[in-house]
């Protein structure tokens, strides 16, 4: 039996999701699990979507919701944040353990990895705490006979109490007995008896006095026995949330409350309170997952990791970690600005070939001129510049870095970033949200929910921006390019380019650390929060998943969104170039109203008007420059990266200049989605100018330093 149907649509919702069923029979189903174990490709493969997967933690941050049927019912499938444990400390843990517990799921699927699975065991015993409707489904099992790691099914199911199925979730057709399972268990005369896990005497008793009082009152709406025992280990987040869920005051109950004070009594006069009652639950969770797992999985090979073990020794080393990273970073811009130049030369020739075929047209049926200036000379020319300069890095670029990603090398950065960013008094998870940002620097502020300390939240998303984006890239490259580059050709002067632009995203890295420290000391005071970090086990890219991914998902959608801000800009900066005031157009204006400030820092008036504009996309900066270098009468095509050499030269640009750009483009304030995410996400519009202000003075500061000691010499 397998799907019968895929939806579309995927929505991300908070904690306190609403779902939205397709019928009113509809089954909703909640997929869990650790980080890194494959729940969002096995939400992928059975609704049919395209939540992002990636081989390190974090990667899922809200809860994102799909749709799938069978024969017999159909679901709703919820893939919430990946989380180790229910005890929420972190925001995707509030996340998954608020959903699972007050989501209205008909059924949890547990996902585990094959490869470690006594770790994703503690999260399993305690969903089977909450929930009787669960499936555990071990994933990664042909990972798990490559290492000669061998799972008892049959007995791990016993052992739990529920059913157990395996599967490699990237080949869909495996997820078939998930469906059946999912299917059995609907129906309601099949009754599960989900393993109860037995804590230390004076916990039980506390618990026995508590329950049935909890069970009266609740009549079954949650899990007595474990509303029982975090009554006992108080968490003030979690009572609300019940507040919520049942309409209820826990607290304003007498019977509850007396049952409460004899139930702490009891563990009281055994000392148990406190850190010491987390500690003693905790403890019980561990071990009787260590005795599950002694007794359902066996190893061919005493270390099945001695690979990736000896891996890590180099790539997580002090002495080789850093310049292994700073290397395969040099390698991908390397391979990145050799591979674009001559797709770029080519797209150039072809768009700006169609532009003169629509100029043909527009003076065969006698258009007006300032209609060909809009559309043609305005709006599609940006677009031409657009896509020509932008699309072959980035389709290079884009599946580089995602191969990294995908081998689970992105974790083996934070794991090296940690310790620098521990001596800035900032949460080493700010590596993992950093990185986030070289896709999207918006996505790296939502990234940053998954460190648990709020001002340390701060910290990542008010220096999240000195990460370049994907949509600052094509202009560093670009610049770099036509100023460091020139005509020469060969394998040394693109390792050159490369190293060169390396060194200008470690600078980025840098600043990261020194405004994180700054204002760790400043404004954002407080005591540094630990964590844990897991390597995953390396593995093999899927190159074709990667391909689609990065050029569809990434690739299409940021020129999308570039092409869709630079096709207005590009008619707004014709109309700026061809309307006068005082005999002067109000282009020409507003430049020389700049120019003084600008010249002062490096630039020029035209290139701090292309930033100001380039406010809602930083992919349309250099187009804008060069549009209004146009409009000023320099050039009027553009067919080749040396063509666009020669209009900027022709404006007075020098070393300096391109070298002070390069720094304002890395350094100057975020875009306006990535504001408006920080509004989002911090629910501060102070923090949010912080956010603008912080880059904006540094990216000052920096250009203006660099511009005049270099006029010196």
Not at 113 to 133: F, G, M, P, Y
Not at 364 to 390: C, D, E, K, N, Q
Request: charge should be positive; include cysteine.
């Amino acid at each position: 039996m397998g799907l019968t149907k895929n939806s579309v649509g995927i929505r991300a919702v908070d904690s306190h999701l609403k779902i939205i069923k397709q019928t009113p029979s509809d089954k909703v189903v909640a997929i869990a699990g650790n980080p890194n174990v494959g729940k969002s490709t096995v939400f992928n493969n059975l609704t049919g979507m395209n939540q992002h997967t990636g081989n390190w933690p974090g990667k899922t941050v809200t809860n994102a919701q799909g749709y799938c049927s069978t024969k017999q019912n159909s679901y709703v499938l919820v893939d919430i944040p990946g989380t180790y444990s229910l005890m929420a400390h972190s925001a995707e843990e509030k996340i998954a353990r608020n959903f699972i517990c007050f989501g209205g799921a008909d059924a949890i699927v547990v996902v585990c990895d094959a490869t470690c699975l006594e770790r994703n065991l503690n999260l399993v015993l305690q969903t089977l705490e909450i929930s009787r409707n669960v499936i555990v489904c071990i994933n990664l099992m042909d990972e798990a006979r490559r290492k000669g790691i061998r799972i008892d099914l049959k007995e791990l199911s016993k052992q739990l109490g529920v059913r157990v199925v395996g599967s490699i979730a990237r080949k869909k057709h495996s997820l078939n007995q998930l469906m059946q399972e999912l299917d059995v268990l609907m129906q309601k005369e099949q009754q599960t008896a989900p393993l109860q896990i037995t804590y230390r005497p004076p916990i039980e008793e506390a618990i026995s006095i508590l329950q049935p009082v909890i069970e009266e009152r609740f009549s079954g709406s949650i899990n007595s026995r474990w509303l029982s025992l975090k009554l006992l280990d108080y968490d003030q987040s979690l009572m609300d949330e019940i507040s919520a869920y049942t309409h209820k005051d826990i607290f304003t109950d007498s019977c509850i409350l007396d049952a409460l004070k004899q139930s702490k009594t009891v563990l009281d006069t055994n000392k148990i309170t406190g850190k010491r009652l987390e500690d003693s639950t905790v403890a019980s969770v561990v071990l009787k997952a260590e005795d599950i797992f002694k007794h359902t999985v066996f190893c061919e090979k005493k270390r099945y990791d001695d690979l990736d073990r000896k891996i890590d020794r180099v790539l997580t080393s002090k002495w080789t970690g850093y310049p292994v990273m700073l290397l395969l970073l040099a390698i991908v811009f390397w391979l990145t600005i050799a591979g674009a130049n001559y797709p770029s030369k080519l797209l150039s020739c072809v768009l700006f070939g169609i532009e003169d075929k629509l100029t043909e047209i527009f003076y065969y049926f006698g258009a007006p001129m300032w209609l060909h200036g809009i559309l043609i000379a305005g709006a599609y020319r940006v677009l031409a510049w657009v896509i020509s300069v932008m699309l072959p890095p980035m389709a290079i670029f884009f599946p580089l870095f995602t191969l990294l990603e995908d081998s689970g090398y992105l974790p083996r950065i934070a794991y090296n970033l940690d310790k620098p960013f521990k001596h800035c008094c900032a949460c080493g998870k700010q590596a993992l949200t950093m990185c986030m940002g070289f896709g999207c620097n918006a996505a790296g502020i939502v990234g940053c929910r998954i460190i648990d300390s709020p001002r340390e939240q701060l910290i990542a998303m008010l220096t999240n921006n000195f990460v370049p984006c994907n949509g600052r890239f094509p202009t560093l490259i670009a610049i770099i390019s036509m100023f460091f580059l020139g005509a020469s050709t060969g394998v040394l002067p693109s390792l050159l380019l490369a190293l060169y632009i390396t060194m200008i995203i470690v600078l980025g890295v840098l600043m990261t650390f020194i405004v994180s420290y700054v204002l760790s000391k400043t404004v954002l005071k407080g005591v540094t929060s630990s964590f844990t970090l897991e390597l995953p086990p390396y593995r093999r890219p899927q190159v074709l998943k990667v391909l689609v991914h990065s050029i569809f998902d990434r690739t299409i959608f940021v020129l999308g969104r570039a092409a869709v801000v630079a096709i207005p800009t590009g008619i707004f900066i014709w109309i700026m170039a061809n309307t006068f005031i005082s005999g002067t157009t109000i282009l020409n204006h507003c430049a020389g109203f700049l120019d003084p400030f600008a010249r002062w820092i490096g630039l020029d008036g035209v290139i701090l008007m292309a930033f100001i504009l380039g406010l809602p996309a930083n992919e349309i900066v250099v187009p804008i420059i060069i549009m209004t270098y146009m409009a000023q009468g320099s050039m009027q095509e553009i067919e080749s990266l040396t063509n666009i050499k020669q209009l900027l030269l022709a404006n007075n640009w020098t070393w300096i200049t391109a070298i002070s750009t390069m720094l304002f483009s890395l350094m100057h304030w975020p875009c306006s989605t990535t504001l408006l995410t920080i509004k989002k996400e911090s629910g501060s519009l102070k923090w949010t100018m912080v956010s603008f202000i912080v880059p904006t003075f540094i990216g000052i500061l920096c250009c203006f330093l660099f511009a005049n000691i270099a006029k010196m010499f």
